[in-house]
């Protein structure tokens, strides 16, 4: 948690810097593809790796790494503004270690009647360190410099690093790690665990879900171009419109676990309804004419997207067992990202054209299309998994998550 709210931090201070430097709306959007184009690059790798060692150590190691290559980002105030994107890429290349441990973890120290409650909040988590720490990351690069909070962001992975450390279960199934006896094979055991998703069409389908929203995500990156541009704010505004994402992040998976029923059924249901959601607030933003407006509009189109987030999460946490769930999160993370990647280059560009209202409404509108087409689509394996799931729990459609 600590961790997210000082990457927030970095953003708020590294985007700021590269408008300021560069004044390029294509460049602030890349920006964010140095976020999560890593992680695509990264995952053929992160996800074995996850499934093979000890899990805590991975998020210990990944931590301290993490600390030390956010240092970088202090040399691009030095006249050199192309280190924001090697500082940030190389953050987010260890981070691509981070998340698929983590997440494959966490069903393992929880029981099953509590893994949506346990998924749920970490998805709130990331939120509310993304309300706050874009929100005090604002605050506090305006009083005390950039160079202070990318300071700040390499200590809070340091401290990140320490509580893990005070993690006493196992993060394995087993209660330890499995023993290989042979090499790893980065694409031989990705491709396995595709294999066993191909072979579940509702694992196919919640990553489909999530691919979907990938390729909507290039609006985060018109976020900072919406605040200095249309509205002509400076790094408060930047981080009001970001705060304004984490808000909903937080407050979408609370809700969504006392609105669905417990089965994959539901889940499906949700995760269209969400991209609904997502892309008609989004198409609000790209019309709002007061910068207040536009945060109040990012928060709302973000209730469907931390829904989504934390309802994908807890369907193939459910779903995959804890042989493949490493490369599963990893193979996932590396897909949506590289749509998220295309998404943020193409907005970048477009942005440049026709300005970034237009360019958001255009996304806004192919999310709320992808959410009409994907309830279309899941509409036979929704029924499938209702009538699977009453045969077995009869009273389990009637059950909350929570």
């Known amino acids: 948690m600590i961790s997210y709210g000082g990457d927030w931090f970095a953003a708020v201070a590294a985007i700021g810097l590269l408008l300021e430097f560069t004044g390029s709306d294509f460049l602030a959007s890349a920006f964010w593809v140095a976020q999560t184009l890593p992680t695509f690059i990264m995952g053929p790798i992160a996800g074995p790796v996850a499934d093979r060692f000890d899990r805590r150590k991975i998020l210990i190691i990944a931590s301290f790494a993490q600390a030390i290559m956010a240092l970088t980002f202090l040399l691009a105030g030095h006249g050199a503004p192309w280190i924001v994107f090697v500082a940030q890429g190389g953050v987010a290349a260890l981070g691509s270690f981070f998340g698929p441990a983590a997440q494959a973890g966490v069903p393992n120290i929880v029981e099953e009647k509590d893994l949506a409650t346990a998924t749920s909040m970490m998805a709130a988590t990331w939120g509310a360190m993304l309300a706050v720490g874009a929100a005090l990351g604002a605050l506090f690069t305006v009083a005390f410099g950039r160079n202070a909070a990318f300071i700040a962001d390499s200590a809070s992975f340091v401290i990140a690093a320490l509580l893990i450390l005070s993690i006493r279960e196992s993060l394995q199934a087993s209660g330890t790690s499995r023993v290989y006896t042979e090499r790893m094979h980065p694409i031989r055991d990705t491709r396995e665990a595709l294999s066993h998703a191909r072979s579940h069409p509702a694992i196919m389908a919640l990553i489909g879900s999530h691919i979907g929203f ?189």
Do not use: N
């Not at 609000?284 to 990012?298: D, F, H, K, N, Y």
């Not at 928060?299 to 995959?320: E, R, S, V």
């Open 214 to 402: 990938g390729f909507g995500a290039g609006v985060v990156g018109m976020l900072a171009v919406l605040a200095t541009v249309k509205f002509h704010g400076s790094d408060g505004a930047i981080g009001l419109l970001l705060a304004g994402r984490g808000v909903g992040v937080v407050l979408g998976p609370l809700l969504i676990t006392r609105l669905v029923a417990r089965g994959i059924h539901g889940v499906l249901l949700a995760c269209g309804f969400a991209a609904i959601g997502y892309g008609t607030m989004y198409l609000g933003v790209a019309i709002a004419p007061w910068l207040v407006l536009a945060a109040i509009g990012v928060m709302l189109a973000h209730l469907g997207g931390g829904a989504q987030w934390a309802l994908t999460i807890y369907g193939l946490q459910l779903l995959t067992p804890d042989e493949l769930r490493g490369r599963i999160f990893a193979a996932d993370a590396a897909l949506v990202t590289l749509a998220m990647s295309l998404s943020l280059v193409f907005s970048g560009l477009m942005s440049g054209v026709i300005g970034p209202s237009a360019t958001i409404a255009i996304i806004g509108g192919g999310s709320l299309l992808w959410g009409i087409v994907f309830l279309f689509l899941t509409r036979v394996l929704r029924a499938e998994a209702e009538t699977e799931a009453l045969a077995v729990h009869p009273l389990a459609v009637e059950t909350e998550l929570t």
